[in-house]
């Protein structure tokens, strides 16, 4: 067995794999031998059959298939051995190998590889700020009105009054009649998106089958408009018309009263007993909730302005060829040129940047990590059993979070939220960014 390289191009590489009779004889001559004994062949009692006779049958076959298993076992061992960073893997050059021939003894195969880039990275020109939010109390005080809300006891009145939600099927109205081709879409209305005066004019004391005509562009906002008729935001804009509600359906929500059996609904393992506490909470959950999102955002934002950056040669046409040559669906050689700029070549750029990444600091989380993760997580709604000491309730949870981490199926989102994690603290150490504070609304705004 011999295996060489040669540079062909700025990162290409061609390699060589010469392999002789004595790196495979011995596997061929075992099979062989389990041939022989399990051969039926005419003339002959079974296991009986003549070696020259086997080896005249099955020789070439089995050649074939040991050669290729050397190949790959050989190969992968060289690229680990030589600490070689390619990209993706070989593929065989089979226009310099030629037609391989197995009834001879020696074979050199040839195959192309290409070295990964190394990301030049300039953390100084990275211009991307830390976003952090502001929780208001007015903010907290609405998310405590909705809760209640939500947790409050559900009815389906007669009449409609500015608490309720109005459903039912509208039309577009032309002239006083139904427009051909307009809007025709089933509809809910929160009441109190109208002001006092039109919900009084228009919705006060309806009744289910009744009918209301009222331009929506006279009396909501395009948000309430395009959330309400299923358009977007630019087409509610631009709405004009008159529209006819068919009410076919009420609902009014009385408000849970705000005490500790709505703050054991909302929080079931806290023991929250005051007003002022579950408030603390809540801001509490929703910083932790938009501090993750702000470090999502950042995380996207530094890889465009990473990918923007990254100008080092790319071995093009052999990660075409490699990507065509998994065999996945659409992904033909002629496709993935076609798409190349748009589709392929950023995340391919992202790759590279990553393994440069990689090099500075490890930051794929380990098995440890991902079983911690979900120990929290267990923690937080598996509590423990009144006849259950310290110890056992941790071993309990210890052997639970290990056999959850073992399948792979259950562990991706855990896996991509520590690594996502690792790989802020990382961008975050050498950007050094500057702090933006914003309020939850500006936040929505922005990332809309």
């Known amino acids: ?26 596997n061929v001559e075992k099979q062989l031998k389990e041939y022989q004994k399990k051969a039926v062949v005419a003339g002959f009692r079974r296991g009986n059959a003549p070696m020259g006779l086997i080896k005249k049958m099955y ?38 190998t030629g037609e391989i021939d197995f009834d001879k003894k020696d074979f050199v195969f040839y195959f192309d ?69 307009g809007l025709n879409t089933f509809m809910s209305l929160e009441m109190k998106k109208l002001k006092a005066t039109n919900f009084k004019k228009l919705f006060a004391e309806k009744k289910v089958e009744d009918k ?43 408000p849970h009263e705000i005490n500790e059996e709505l703050f054991a609904k909302m929080f079931p393992n806290e023991n929250i007993k005051n007003v002022d506490d579950v408030k603390k909470k809540m801001k509490a959950e929703t910083e932790k909730i938009y501090e993750e999102q702000c470090k999502m955002l950042f995380n996207a934002e530094v890889r465009k302005a990473l990918i923007d950056q990254f100008t080092e040669y790319i071995p093009t046409e052999f990660i075409q060829k490699w990507l ?38 490890d930051i794929d989380p380990t098995q440890n990590e991902v079983v911690d993760y979900i120990k929290g997580v267990m923690t937080s709604y598996d509590l423990r059993k009144e006849d259950e000491d310290e110890k056992a309730y941790d071993e309990r949870i210890e052997k639970a979070a290990r056999t959850i981490a073992q399948d792979k199926n259950n562990v991706g989102q855990v896996y ?10 990382l961008l975050e150490e050498n950007i050094k960014p500057e702090v933006e504070k914003m309020t939850i609304k500006e936040f929505s705004e922005r990332n809309k």
């Open 1 to 26: 067995m011999n295996i060489t390289r040669e540079n062909t191009g700025e990162l290409e590489l061609l390699i060589k794999v010469e392999i002789s009779e004595s790196d495979y004889q011995e």
């Open 59 to 96: 020789q070439k076959a089995i050649v074939a298939d040991e050669v290729q298993s050397v190949i790959g076992q050989s190969l992968y061992k060289y690229i680990e051995d030589e600490n070689l960073k390619i990209v993706g893997s070989p593929l065989s050059n089979d226009e310099k």
């Open 113 to 181: 590889a290409a070295f990964m880039p190394k990301a030049n990275i300039q953390w100084k020109n990275i211009d991307v700020k830390r976003t952090q939010i502001k929780v208001s109390s007015k903010e907290i005080d609405e998310q405590l009105d909705d809760a209640a809300r939500r947790f409050g006891k559900f009815e389906t009145p007669e009449t409609v009054e500015q608490t309720d939600f109005v459903y039912g099927k509208v039309v577009e109205m032309e002239n006083g009649n139904v427009k051909e081709g």
């Open 212 to 254: 209301v005509v009222f331009n929506p562009s006279k009396v909501l906002d395009a948000e309430t408009i395009a959330a309400s008729f299923r358009m977007k935001e630019e087409e509610a804009q631009n709405f004009v018309s008159d529209v006819e509600l068919s009410i076919s359906g009420i609902s009014r929500i009385t």
């Open 324 to 361: 065509a040559s998994r065999g996945e669906k659409d992904m033909t050689l002629e496709n993935i040129v076609a798409e190349w700029d748009g589709k392929y070549l950023p995340s391919i750029k992202w790759e590279f940047i990553e393994s440069s990444l990689r090099e500075m600091k």
């Open 416 to 425: 991509e939220k520590i690594y996502s994690e690792k790989l802020f603290a």
